[in-house]
């Protein structure tokens, strides 16, 4: 009978070829949930300055400034300047609150001539043994540019303005402009009196600092009008200057409209608890310990948040060609910076995802930082300082920018397809493409299949980070996680861990 089976032989070889057919196409559908696929046309710069740190004195709150400073030999800790060097930072900020009490001319010149402040933010008396010299003399060791905070004129704090023993702490447009003229002006009668003939020549500076934050300071258009007058004095002494004003809080189109012609970028901060809302969260005391499962979750999470935080930015500014700068970010978890959760692993590998999202709006967004630089007891530190001895070590934050700084590409990519348990962003720079992988599950590993459109893999290398979620870096033990270099295998299959941060580079050519 013409197109039927007539037999039960042929019934059961035709039943046979199907089942072997179907297992075919379950078997190419899996291949295809493997497949990271990256489109290698360029879309946008990536900034180096995504990689920023900043520095603040920190008094009696946090041992940062004076505890990286050796006092008895008058120079900055050996140990500091090492691990700042594996860090690499881009960019390293001088400023936070501290500088809307600063005056600058206090911390230059000979040191026995320098003249102590009370630091009236975060407590005690700060010895202005480190001041414009020193800052820029270590940024120059470490290799970051550095970027200056003004003293906008207390940030209209009334509070801030004098201190409690009646010295005036405010300063405006002109200190401001000297303090420009000092760094940048090859012949600074002041700065060459001081013995320091060559310029530092720091192009980058940033007027305001969370100025939108008080009350009862400057409103947004007085704010908007006293940046006009500092970029114009600050600018008279060196034209070639890149100016930040401030944008937060609803700030940032008033401040565009008002003085964005003056503007290099826009600044705002983000501090940020992800489960604010969430009263039984496990991001709170030592409460991570009980239920790492949950810990995890939520951690992951947190790049929800953040990025919804950069896009109500890009929205504020809207069409405004100016750039965004995030001068100050980290997590701000309940225990006033010392969550401890931020030792973890998974901590680590939470601050990755975050780093992918700057990455993913490095069109708009192209000044960052995820933690604060330095110090002795905030866990939110990039590197913590063991005292009154002891060797500095980098958090899981530092962990994690170290090793994208280190492997990233010049021009963003498209991740067009990826596995669903990865959070991948890639970038290039000529014929090598570089890969940012976090799997984000913490109990099992992820296969891909990694393939380059219209490009041929030539070969591989991995630079992997893995380690238990629970496993917190502490003075006795920091380096628990460490990149591990692995090559890729001709046929592009690579297994990424569990709870693993990995940076991959690709050399490439055309099919």
């Given at each position: 009978m013409s197109g039927y089976i007539s037999t039960r032989r042929e019934f059961i070889k035709a039943v046979g070829l199907g089942v072997a057919a179907l297992a075919v196409n379950e078997a190419h559908s899996a291949e295809l949930d493997f497949l990271l696929t990256v489109n290698p046309e360029p879309r946008y710069d990536l900034s180096p300055y995504l990689y920023m740190q900043f520095m603040e004195p920190l008094g009696t709150t946090d041992g940062s400034v004076a505890a990286a400073w050796?006092?008895?030999?008058?120079?900055?800790?050996?140990?500091?300047?090492?691990?700042?060097?594996?860090?690499?930072?881009?960019?390293?900020?001088?400023?936070?609150?501290?500088?809307?009490?600063?005056?600058?001319?206090?911390?230059?010149?000979?040191?026995?001539?320098?003249?102590?402040?009370?630091?009236?933010?975060?407590?005690?008396?700060?010895?202005?043994?480190?001041?414009?010299?020193?800052?820029?003399?270590?940024?120059?060791?470490t290799g970051a540019e550095p970027l200056m905070c003004v003293n906008f004129e207390s940030d209209g704090r009334k509070h801030w303005q004098r201190d409690p023993k009646g010295s005036i702490r405010s300063a405006g447009p002109e200190e401001a402009a000297e303090w420009v003229e000092y760094c940048n002006d090859p012949n600074s009668k002041l700065r060459r009196s001081h013995g320091v003939n060559k310029p530092y020549n720091i192009r980058l500076w940033q007027i305001g600092n969370e100025t939108s934050y008080a009350r009862n300071a400057f409103d947004c258009e007085t704010a908007a009008k006293k940046t006009i007058n500092f970029a114009k004095a600050m600018r008279s002494r060196d034209p070639g200057i890149k100016l930040i004003g401030w944008g937060d809080r609803g700030?940032?189109?008033?401040?565009?409209?008002?003085?964005?012609?003056?503007?290099?970028?826009?600044?705002?901060?983000?501090?940020?608890?992800?489960?604010?809302?969430?009263?039984?969260?496990?991001?709170?005391?030592?409460?991570y310990r009980k239920d790492p499962a949950w810990t995890w979750e939520r951690?992951?999470?947190?790049?929800?948040?953040?990025?919804?935080?950069?896009?109500?930015?890009?929205?504020?500014?809207?069409?405004?060609?100016?750039p965004l700068a995030m001068t100050e970010c980290h997590f701000s978890l309940p225990g006033?910076?010392?969550?401890?959760?931020?030792?973890?692993?998974?901590?680590?590998?939470?601050?990755?995802?975050?780093?992918?999202?700057?990455?993913?709006?490095?069109?708009?967004?192209?000044?960052?930082?995820?933690?604060?630089?330095?110090?002795?007891?905030?866990?939110v530190n990039a590197i913590m300082i063991p005292v009154p001895g002891g060797k500095s070590f980098m958090m899981p934050v530092a962990l994690v920018m170290s090793l994208y700084r280190h492997h990233t590409g010049e021009k963003a990519v498209g991740v067009e397809k990826s596995p669903g348990d990865l959070d991948v962003t890639a970038s290039r720079t000529a014929d090598r493409v570089y890969l940012h992988v976090v799997?984000?599950?913490?109990?099992?590993?992820?296969?891909?299949?990694?393939?380059?459109?219209?490009?041929?893999?030539?070969?591989?290398?991995?630079?992997?980070?893995?380690g238990d979620p629970e496993y917190e870096v502490i003075q006795t033990q920091p380096d628990g996680v460490v990149p591990v270099e692995k090559s890729l295998p001709s046929n592009g299959r690579w297994t990424f861990p569990s709870a693993s941060v990995s940076a991959v580079e690709l050399d490439v050519q055309k099919v």
């Open positions: 050796d006092f008895g030999q008058d120079r900055w800790r050996q140990d500091v300047v090492d691990v700042t060097k594996k860090l690499s930072p881009s960019l390293i900020r001088w400023g936070g609150c501290f500088i809307s009490y600063y005056r600058w001319k206090e911390a230059v010149g000979p040191r026995d001539g320098r003249r102590p402040a009370l630091n009236m933010c975060w407590g005690g008396i700060e010895t202005n043994q480190v001041g414009t010299h020193e800052f820029a003399d270590f940024c120059r060791h700030w940032a189109r008033k401040m565009l409209d008002i003085a964005g012609e003056h503007l290099q970028y826009i600044a705002f901060h983000h501090m940020f608890n992800p489960d604010r809302s969430l009263p039984n969260s496990p991001l709170r005391g030592t409460e951690l992951m999470n947190a790049s929800n948040v953040h990025e919804a935080r950069i896009k109500r930015m890009r929205e504020e500014v809207g069409d405004y060609p100016v006033r910076n010392r969550c401890e959760v931020l030792s973890t692993w998974a901590a680590g590998v939470a601050n990755a995802r975050l780093l992918n999202v700057h990455e993913r709006h490095g069109d708009k967004l192209k000044i960052a930082t995820l933690a604060d630089f330095c110090g002795t007891r905030w866990q799997n984000t599950r913490r109990d099992r590993s992820v296969k891909a299949q990694l393939a380059i459109k219209g490009m041929k893999i030539v070969s591989g290398q991995i630079f992997e980070m893995a």
